[in-house]
C-alpha cells in the first residue's frame, strides 16, 4: 500500500458516524486509548477501516503507517496471511462446540514449550480475566487476601479501587492493595505482611530494572511465602518468547499473557505452577463460556509457531533498539533535551519534560500524522515494520525536530489544528 499524504482526516462519513456513536456509545470507545480526546480531536482520524502488515486505513482512505497496532495485540502485523488461515480453516469447521476441543490441548502444549517453568495453563478473553484469575488463585493458596500491586492489572474491582476512576467499586477493596512503584524494592519489602498473598507485578513497564531488583523480589517472595504474579500482558511474546520470565531468568509463580499472544483475536492465558492452579481449580471458579473458542486458539498457537519460527522477539528489540537509538540522536542533535525515548525495542514510549508535555505531544502527534504515521507516543513495533517505515519515522522525527527546534516550544499553541490531547484519567 502506497502512503499518500492527506491532511484532511475529518471528512463528511466521519463526522456522519461520530454523530451516530456519540449518541450511543459513551466516549465512543470501548477502551480508553482509543478515545478521540486520546488524539488531537477534529483534526486526527477517529476510525480505522482495515489494516495489512504495518499500515492501516483511515475511514476517509487515508493510509498510515501504524505505531500502536491495535494497543498491543498486533505483534505480526494486520491481516497476517499465515494467521488468516489458521483463524479461517479453524472457522470451517466451527467456532465454539459443546465438549473441549483438541486445540486447546495443543496450544498447552505449546505454551509449556515457550515457558518451561509453568506447568498449567487456564483460557479466558481479557487481560483483566487472567489477574483477576491469578488474584483469586494466589488468595486461595496461600490462604491470605492482600495484594501488593505494580502496574496496572485491569478493570475489575480488586485493580480498579486503586485507579482514579473507581467509583461503583465497593470501598472495603482498598484494604486489600497496595500499590507500588516499579524499581522501589524497599517499598515492596516494607509492604508485605503476614496477610500479603502476592505481588503481582509488570515485570518491566518502560524502565528497565534496576540491578538486581526483580532478583530480590523473587528472593523475598519466596521467603515470606507471597506468590510471585507476573503480568505479562506487554512482555508476553514481545520481549521474548517466554516473556520477561525468560528474558531476565526469573521464575514466577503465575503469570498472565493475553495482547500479542494470538495477533488480535481475543484470548489470554494464565499459567502456573501445578499445585497452584490444580487448587485454583479445585477451590474456587473460574469458568468462562468462551474460554475454549477456538478461532483465537488457532490464532495462538499459529502467532507462537511464527514467532518462534522467525526469531521475532529478538528481531524486533534489534529494529527497536537500533530505532530509539535514531530518534533520540535526532532529539540531541537538534538540543532538544527535554525529549527522549525510553523503553525496550519492541515498545518504547516519548518522554517529554517541559511544563506542557500535552501540546509537544500533540503537535509531534499530528506533525507525523501529516507525514502519514499514526502515532500516540508509544511504539509497539511488530514484525511488519520495515527498513523503508522505519526510514519514514527517523525522517519524520527529523523534520518535526528541526521545526520544535526553529519555532520554539512556547509557540507550538498556534500550530495545532485541531485540540489538544487530553491526560488520560484511568
Ligand atoms: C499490563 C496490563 N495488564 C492487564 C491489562 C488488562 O487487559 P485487558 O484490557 O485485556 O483486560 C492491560 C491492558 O492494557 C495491561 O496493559
Partial sequence: ?????????????????????????????????????????????????SGKGAIVKDLENNLLIDTI????????????????????????KGII??????????LAEKLKTCLPNMDMFRFSKTGADSTSAAIRASRNFTQKEKIISCGYHGWHDWNAIALNKNGGVPQFN??????????????????????????????????????????????ITKQKKVLLIFDEMWT?????????????????????????????????????????????????FFYTTFGGETLSIAAAIKTIEFIKKNNVCQKLNE???????????IFILNNLNFLKIVGYGSRSILNIKTEDPLLVKTFIHQEMLKNG????????????????????????????????????????????????????VI
Fill in 1 to 49: 500500500m502506497k502512503i499518500k499524504i492527506q491532511t484532511n482526516f475529518i471528512k463528511n462519513k466521519t463526522k456522519k458516524i461520530k454523530i451516530i456513536g456519540e449518541k450511543l456509545i459513551p466516549e465512543l470507545a470501548q477502551t480508553a486509548a482509543k478515545k478521540p480526546s486520546q488524539f488531537s480531536e477534529d483534526f486526527s482520524p477517529i476510525f480505522i477501516e
Fill in 69 to 92: 497496532m491495535g494497543i498491543g495485540p498486533i505483534i505480526l502485523g494486520y491481516n497476517h496471511p499465515q494467521v488468516n488461515r489458521a483463524i479461517k480453516d479453524q472457522l470451517n
Fill in 97 to 106: 462446540f459443546s465438549l473441549i476441543h483438541r486445540l486447546e490441548i495443543k
Fill in 174 to 219: 482498598k484494604k486489600f492493595i497496595k500499590k507500588v512503584q516499579y524499581n522501589n524494592f524497599e517499598q515492596i519489602a516494607d509492604s508485605i505482611d503476614n496477610q500479603t498473598a502476592a505481588l503481582i507485578m509488570e515485570p518491566v513497564i518502560f524502565e528497565p530494572p534496576e540491578r538486581g531488583y526483580l532478583e530480590k523480589i523473587r528472593k
Fill in 236 to 284: 508476553g511474546f514481545r520481549l521474548n518468547l517466554g516473556g520477561a520470565q525468560k528474558y531476565f531468568n526469573i521464575e514466577a509463580d503465575l503469570a498472565c499473557y493475553s495482547k500479542a499472544i494470538a495477533n488480535g483475536m481475543p484470548i489470554s492465558v494464565l499459567a502456573g505452577k501445578r499445585n497452584i492452579m490444580k487448587s485454583l481449580n479445585k477451590k474456587s
Fill in 319 to 329: 529494529n527497536g533498539n537500533k530505532m530509539i537509538k535514531e530518534i533520540n540522536n
Fill in 373 to 424: 504515521i499514526l502515532w500516540n507516543g508509544i511504539i509497539n513495533l511488530s514484525y511488519s515494520h520495515t527498513k523503508k517505515h522505519f526510514n519514514k519515522i527517523y525522517d519524520s522525527f527529523n523534520k518535526i525536530a528541526k521545526s520544535i527546534n526553529l519555532k520554539g516550544i512556547k509557540n507550538l499553541r498556534s500550530e495545532i489544528k485541531g485540540k489538544k490531547i487530553k491526560k488520560l
